[in-house]
């Protein structure tokens, strides 16, 4: 019998304040979709632009 387990990515916290600080240093700008100044997770919602390796973000 094989078990699944669903886990859910979390970014790593400090990958997360540093994206919202990006997005509001470019000024929020409506192209990057599913970008937030309020947490979120960039890596579990794919963000645009935004690739990630497990819960840490590798490029932009």
Same mark, same amino acid.
């Given at each position: 019998? !094989? #078990?699944?387990?669903?886990?859910?990515?979390?970014?790593?916290?400090?990958?997360? #304040?540093? #994206?919202?600080?990006?997005?509001?240093?470019?000024?929020? @700008?409506?192209?990057?979709?599913? =970008?937030?100044?309020? *947490?979120?997770? @960039?890596? *579990?919602?794919? =963000?645009? *632009?935004?690739?990630?390796? *497990?819960?840490?973000? !590798?490029? #932009?």
């Amino acid at each position: 019998m !094989i #078990l699944a387990s669903r886990v859910r990515a979390t970014t790593d916290p400090p990958d997360v #304040l540093a #994206l919202e600080d990006q997005y509001r240093a470019l000024n929020n @700008p409506p192209q990057l979709k599913r =970008w937030r100044l309020d *947490g979120g997770d @960039p890596c *579990g919602e794919s =963000w645009m *632009g935004v690739s990630c390796s *497990g819960s840490s973000v !590798i490029r #932009l």
